[in-house]
């Protein structure tokens, strides 16, 4: 079965930095895109970012350009979200998925999913 486990969430202060982590399990990641969104209660799944087979990033969120910065470790089954100058919008729950393909990274249809981590931008 494949399992994701996110983690690295936390409280965070407004200008400040976190690295989220991916942990994949049962399955070969290097075979996988991973994309990363996130969801505030009551709004709709938004993508984040996709970072496709070959380490590529397809995509980045418009809001996030310039601060965050996907990467993937394959040989250790992970992929990581490093968010930077954070903002208090960024809070969120923030989710993996692995899929074949970046190009649905807007239809939130990915394959298989984590559990969530919550960020929270605060002062």
């Known amino acids: 079965q494949v399992h994701l486990v996110e983690s690295g969430g936390g409280y965070v202060q407004p200008g400040g930095s976190t690295r989220l982590s991916c942990a994949a399990s049962?399955?070969?990641?290097?075979?996988?895109?991973v994309g990363w969104f996130r969801q505030v209660p009551g709004k709709d799944r938004e993508a984040v970012s996709c970072?496709?087979?070959?380490?590529?990033?397809?995509f980045y969120l418009e809001s996030v350009k310039g601060r965050f910065t996907v990467s993937r470790d394959d040989a250790r089954k992970t992929v990581y979200l490093q968010m930077d100058d954070l903002k208090p919008e960024d809070t969120a729950t923030y989710y993996c998925?692995?899929?074949?393909?970046?190009?649905?990274?807007?239809?939130?249809?990915?394959?298989?999913w984590g559990q969530g981590t919550q960020v929270t931008v605060s002062s």
């Open positions: 998925a692995v899929d074949r393909s970046c190009s649905t990274i807007a239809t939130r249809r990915f394959a298989a």
């Open positions: 049962g399955i070969s990641l290097n075979s996988r895109v």
């Open positions: 970072i496709d087979t070959s380490g590529t990033t397809i």
